[in-house]
């Protein structure tokens, strides 16, 4: 029989592991403390998938693929929480965006006020765009850090620059 239609033994191949948020060289990793009781409670998953991995030994090529996956991920993962510096929300300005703080945004562009966008920056671990969640190291994030309460700051969103009034700040645990 022909090899070529012979099924190659793919425990060869190296898994593929999906990488961690992206975090810039050289930038602190900054979580608020709910972000680093998520990366807490993410590891232990991993502990108890890898104690069920283990015990399976139905396939074992597949077992061994699954085990690399998840050390390599938890590897990551502890490297990731390790490096972790927790934001204390209580020592931030009230008046000021830094991190940790729910912002709203209402568009100043035009002659009548906008829409308003609300979101809080977080540590790229914990974003969640849809939950309103936004990366410290985001663009709209670093636009806003430093503006005092009803500063207004420039936005570039895609081509357009837009003009936004710090409407709101708050450093609430019960929003992140």
């Given amino acids: 029989m022909s090899r070529a239609f012979a099924k190659e033994d793919d425990s060869l191949e190296a898994p593929i592991i999906p990488p961690r948020a992206a975090l810039p060289p050289g930038t602190p990793n900054y979580v608020t403390p709910r972000g680093l009781e998520q990366l807490r409670a993410e590891l232990t998953a991993l502990e108890?998938?890898?104690?069920?991995?283990?015990?399976n030994r139905d396939n074992e090529s597949d077992r061994t693929r699954q085990l690399t996956v998840l050390n390599a991920r938890m590897s990551a993962l502890t490297a990731r929480i390790a490096s972790a510096k927790?934001?204390?929300?209580?020592?931030?300005?009230?008046d000021e965006v830094r991190f940790g703080a729910t912002v709203t945004l209402r568009t100043r562009?035009?002659?009548?006020?906008?829409p308003?966008?609300?979101?809080?920056?977080?540590?790229v671990d914990e974003a969640a765009v849809a939950e309103g969640r936004v990366a410290f190291v985001a663009p709209i994030a670093r636009a806003v850090q430093g503006a005092k309460l009803g500063q207004t700051v420039a936005?570039?969103?895609?081509?357009?620059?837009?003009?936004v009034e710090v409407a709101a700040i708050a450093y609430a645990n019960d929003h992140l």
């Fill in 48 to 55: 108890v998938e890898r104690s069920q991995v283990e015990a």
């Fill in 155 to 163: 936005l570039r969103l895609g081509p357009k620059e837009e003009m």
């Fill in 109 to 114: 562009s035009g002659s009548k006020p906008g």
């Fill in 116 to 123: 308003e966008r609300h979101f809080t920056i977080v540590g």
């Fill in 86 to 94: 927790v934001v204390d929300l209580h020592t931030q300005p009230a």
